[in-house]
């Protein structure tokens, strides 16, 4: 029995046994065909998540954490003289902009205030007056906030202008429903510890094949992550480039098992339950949200600090550690902030439990309850 921690962080998730103890397994050179064959399947599978068609996109594994998908996308799919756009409102897509600053692309960091959605007549205006812009990237729920960005009408945007269209979705893939057909989506990527409920070390990207493979004669910025140099290694041979985080393959194998065994719709709902559950919790003691509750993608709530004396976050982190429960710090430089994210094998008694915990943690420390705001 390994003790259950329930993770409320924005990833790595809390994790079923099952997929735990699905990394012990006999040593195996990942060289093997049987090693081979099991990628090819988990390739095949993380398709399936987004209903991808397989005559149109494929996927392409990394080692590395999340935003080495986002590096190999950016680096990878501009052509030469051409410029990229970044639809910005949050950490994760000024995370791309400072990707682009460090190859030295030319790029647009459209920024939006991080707790608004962006503005699409503003982007169109952007993609009109810079028709040399040939990749439009953005975020579809920005971690930072919680915020769910309208990527549908952002890809059909760049499609307008014949722009590619590359969207992180590591924090909704696997969680909510996404069709890249119907979301106009050219490339999205996420890591095996998030929505899949795996283990670090696996990232992966899910694109149009027609456009990696014209990536070819792209300039090449990157030794390690090229995205046409890991996807032709995958096509001629099977494996991974370099060195798979091999482990980390069996867990996401027996994840994408569970994933499916579970349904899309189900886990979208236990997901959907584990997050009201937060904002009823939320709501009893007082907390507010950043984010309007219209516009949050169901899977993180950024809460305000209280304007108490008493209130001390590390002090209130330490206090629900130490029983079993991780909070988290905000990621937003203007406002003090904490985040309570519903990824993961959680449900609506963990959250319930949790808040019991977050509580008595509020009363030890003499802050509040209803908590104040000035
Ligand atoms: C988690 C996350 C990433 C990746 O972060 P890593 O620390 O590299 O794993 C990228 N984008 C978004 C939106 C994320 O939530």
New binding site residues.
């Given amino acids: 029995m390994i003790k259950r921690n329930i993770l409320l962080n ?2 790595p998730s809390t994790t079923t046994d099952s997929v735990k103890m699905a990394q012990v397994v006999p040593d195996i050179c990942p060289r093997e065909r049987e090693f081979a064959d099991m990628m090819k399947d988990l390739r095949s599978d993380l398709l399936k998540i987004v209903h991808a068609n397989p005559d149109e996109y494929t996927s392409v594994l990394f080692c ?7 590096d190999v996308c950016i680096n990878s799919l501009l052509p030469e003289g051409k410029k990229i756009l970044v639809v910005n409102n949050g950490a ?1 897509s000024s ?1 791309a902009a400072e990707i682009c600053e460090y190859y030295g692309l030319p790029y647009i960091d459209l920024k939006f205030p991080i707790d608004q959605l962006p503005d699409l007549e503003v982007i169109e205006k952007t993609l009109s007056d810079n028709p040399d812009i040939a990749l439009v990237h953005t ?5 930072g906030t919680g915020i769910l960005n309208p990527i549908k009408e952002i890809g059909a945007l760049a499609h307008k202008y014949n722009a590619v269209f590359t969207v ?4 909704t893939f696997a969680m909510r429903p996404i069709n890249v057909h119907d979301d106009n989506i050219d490339f999205c ?1 996420a ?1 095996a ?2 929505g899949l409920m795996a283990m ?1 070390g696996l ?1 992966f990207i899910v694109g149009k094949t027609s456009i990696i493979e014209a990536s070819k004669n792209y300039p090449k910025r990157s030794y390690y992550c090229n995205l046409y140099m890991q996807y032709d290694f995958f096509e001629r041979t099977g494996e991974m480039h370099f060195t798979p985080p091999v482990q980390t393959i069996y867990a996401t194998r027996q994840a994408l098992n569970e994933y499916f065994q579970e349904g899309e719709k189900a886990k979208w709902e236990r997901h959907t339950r584990v997050f009201n559950a937060i904002h009823a919790g939320l709501d009893e003691l007082g907390f507010k949200d950043v984010i309007k509750r219209e516009w949050q993608a169901g899977l993180v709530v950024s809460v305000i600090y209280p304007d108490d004396p008493n209130w001390d976050f590390i002090k209130v982190h330490d206090y629900c550690y130490k029983r079993g429960f991780t909070i988290y710090p905000g990621k937003i430089s203007n406002t003090n902030t904490f985040r309570l994210c519903a990824l993961g094998a959680i449900d609506e008694s963990d959250i319930n439990d949790f808040f019991v915990v977050l509580k008595e943690a509020l009363k030890h420390f003499n802050i509040s309850i209803p908590i104040k705001y000035n």
Wanted: aromatic residues 4%.
């Fill in positions: 924005p990833g590395g954490s999340g935003t080495i998908n986002i994760y995370r975020t579809h729920n920005e971690t992180d979705t590591t924090s990527m890591s510890q998030k670090t990232s």
